[in-house]
């Protein structure tokens, strides 16, 4: 990934200015500043993380959901809790009515 690679290249960067192997440098406190830098992308990239881990975890969720009988697809037209247009359905409803099976 693109950030591990910049925050390995942001360290060595830093232990060469406290070692003196870089010459040029304009600000005396460039490794402070370097170190603050990989700190904090290593933090954002352990909040990425945890934000990839919690879409996941709603995708699931989501799958589960949609994959249940709703309102839409219930035999019942005239029932009390089929909701109006642009209204919530209601997910695995205990009054669902699939279509009738032939045998």
């Known amino acids: 990934m693109e950030i591990e690679k910049l925050i390995k290249h942001m360290r060595k960067e830093a232990q060469d200015y406290r070692a003196g192997r870089t010459l040029g440098r304009a600000f005396a406190d460039a490794e402070d500043v370097l170190d603050e830098a990989t700190t904090a992308l290593g933090k954002l990239q352990a909040e ?6 919690e879409r996941d975890a709603y995708k699931v969720y989501f799958m589960d959901v949609s994959s249940k009988p709703d309102c839409n ?4 037209k005239g029932c009390e809790y089929r909701p109006r247009v642009g209204d919530t359905v209601r997910a695995n409803c ?6 009738e099976k032939e045998e």
């Open 48 to 53: 990425l993380e945890r934000v990839r881990v």
């Open 73 to 76: 697809t219930c035999e019942k």
């Open 94 to 99: 205990p009054l669902y009515s699939g279509p």
